[in-house]
């Protein structure tokens, strides 16, 4: 992957995508499968905001069934088993525990219905190549097997627990990222750290973005026949910038989640207190815990959790689970982010927790707005792709070209051919018997098919593929291959998206010093730069205590 907005500039689009999180990745890969010329346009990190900001989930919403979204629940369960399908090594099947309090007989016989809808609704979960990702229906559990699977619950008015099963992505960052991987390799042109701070109209219609190359300080006119705001949190913010007037109304709504100890033995738990509901999630060894829900009208450029945001949290968890009462000091890292949510017409509630996850494809010439634009708005995670092949199928009815189907329903990302995965891992683990296993399993994770190129990003040093610190699952290489290969330009790019190293708190001093050095040999950074990048990772780890 190569950076050059210059080279950019040179050149007409058939579509110019802005914003680069789940959503503008898909569309970019849709379309550039699709013989479509793209260009793909990000201010910050690909994939650094809402879509790094998740539960880690990629499931159907069980919840939804409440409101009756039953075409939402379809769409998000169908969705579920292609990224299983096309993403093998970085989505996997969950099963999930919701413990059954004081309920009676009526809400167990509701809880019933509800769970066996949800399973007949997912009823292709089957049609999986790999078998173990494949998902069972539902059971109800006695109150005592419950406990016995997951001893850390709560068991003053336990009636029994019901077991579901739902998906989990081990890195939505990487996930997004191999998007884009796939674009790149159909011919797109991508940048990061790339604003977008201006359009160009002839006759009403959009026909440039003036990009501001927020590494250099340069401007670049991109030019295309059609352009995507794919924002997410901030679409209204680009539609007025665009047409002067947004066209919809943008609810934000934030989201916490903590990072603690492991709580659970096997099992993500779905927890519900009053009206509100949460997870926690296995996750690396770890507890995930998610999320809050709450309006949001602040600045959008940086989203953190405050101290009151994770007490609060904790104290719901402690509700639920008081057999292991959490403390700020239990805390490893924690991380927030924004919903971005269509304002529909009939809903008056003030909660954001009520309030659709549906996404729209606008199509501003259609609304008699200016020409040549098309917002993606709304949507969750797990519909992303399905948003995407929405955004180009109207691309391809606008622009007059009949080039192809949708083909990412069924075409394995870049590092989605791996066959069963439990298999390519077994293989991989023998092929580079000298690397250690831990090692071997997370550059499988993150990079699928693609590991072979990562472990020859060492070029045979061995030093490169050794563990950064006692019992650390991540060794140079990985780092090497993100800048070299996956345009990671600051130290915070390879901490947080290209690899997990900091995602489940502060590494030590000596990981962070070596990575920055890694990094200042690589792209020439002085000592100053190698400081100023130091302390803006450290800023990404919140300290409560």
């Known amino acids: 992957m190569k950076r050059d907005l210059a080279q950019m500039a040179q050149q007409p689009f058939d579509l110019v995508i802005i914003g680069a999180g789940a959503t503008g990745a898909f569309t970019a890969w849709d379309a550039a499968l699709r013989g479509l010329r793209v260009a793909l346009i990000e201010k910050g990190d690909f994939a650094h ?20 979204d039953f075409a939402l629940v379809r769409e998000s369960l169908a969705e579920r088993r292609i990224l299983s399908q096309i993403a093998p090594h970085l989505v996997h099947p969950l099963p999930f525990m919701l413990p059954v309090y004081n309920a009676g007989w009526m809400n167990r016989l509701t809880l019933e219905a509800g769970l066996t809808l949800y399973d007949l609704l997912s009823f292709d979960r089957g049609f999986l190549d790999d078998p173990d990702k494949r998902m069972p229906r ?33 890195s939505p960052e990487r ?40 590494e250099s300080g340069q401007s670049y006119d991109i030019r295309g026949r059609l352009f995507v705001n794919a924002t997410g949190a901030s679409a209204d913010q680009m539609m007025t910038l665009a047409t002067g007037d947004s066209a919809r109304t943008i609810i934000r709504s934030k989201g916490i989640h903590v990072i603690t100890q492991s709580l659970t033995q096997s099992h993500a738990l779905a927890l519900q207190v009053g009206d509100r509901h949460l997870f926690v999630v296995p996750w690396r060894g770890h507890s995930l815990i998610g999320t809050t829900d709450t ?21 719901v968890v402690n509700q639920t689970m008081p057999k292991t009462p959490m403390t700020l000091s239990d805390v490893k890292h924690a991380y927030a982010g924004l919903r971005p949510l269509v ?60 080039a192809a189907r949708g083909q990412t329903k069924w075409t394995p990302l870049p590092g989605g051919q791996t066959g069963r995965f439990s298999s390519f891992l077994d293989r991989a683990c023998k092929r580079y018997d000298m690397i250690d296993p831990k090692i071997i399993a997370a550059l499988a994770r993150d990079h699928g098919a693609l590991i072979h190129d990562v472990i020859a990003s060492a070029n045979g040093n061995a030093d490169l593929l050794r563990p950064l610190s006692d019992g650390n699952e991540y060794a140079m290489v990985s780092v090497i291959h993100a800048i070299r290969h996956e345009m990671a330009l600051h130290l915070d790019d390879i901490l947080m ?18 990575i920055a050095d890694m990094m200042t040999g690589e792209l020439g950074w002085d000592q100053a730069r190698r400081q100023k990048e130091i302390d803006i990772a450290l800023d990404r780890f919140p300290v409560f205590n």
């Not at 989930?57 to 069934?65: P, S």
């Not at 016995?148 to 019901?162: H, K, M, Q, S």
């Open 497 to 514: 998206r290209r690899t997990g190293i900091g995602t489940l708190g502060r590494p030590d001093d000596a990981v962070i010093d070596a």
């Open 138 to 170: 539902h059971q109800m559990i006695s109150r005592h097997k419950a406990i016995g699977l997951e001893p850390n619950l709560g068991d003053v008015g336990l009636e029994g627990a019901f077991i579901y099963w739902d998906g989990q992505m081990d």
């Open 295 to 315: 309006a949001y009208d602040g600045p959008l450029d940086r989203i953190v959790p405050t101290r009151e945001d994770v007490l609060d949290l904790l104290s």
């Open 175 to 214: 996930l997004a990222m191999e998007a884009i991987i796939g674009a790149v390799e159909y011919g797109a042109s991508v940048a990061n750290r790339s604003e977008v701070t201006g359009f160009t109209l002839e006759s009403n219609r959009v026909t440039a973005v003036r990009v501001s190359d927020l």
């Open 49 to 68: 905001a809402t879509s790094a900001s998740s539960t880690k989930l990629v499931h159907g919403g069980l919840r939804y069934l409440k409101g009756l």
């Open 343 to 402: 304002e529909d017409a009939g809903d008056e509630s003030s909660s954001t927790y009520s309030k659709s996850r549906k996404s729209e494809v606008l199509d501003h010439e259609a609304e008699g707005s200016v020409a040549g634009l098309i917002s993606a708005l709304g949507g969750k995670w797990t519909t992303s792709r399905h948003v995407a092949e929405q955004v180009v199928d109207l691309a391809e009815r606008k622009l007059s070209v009949w």
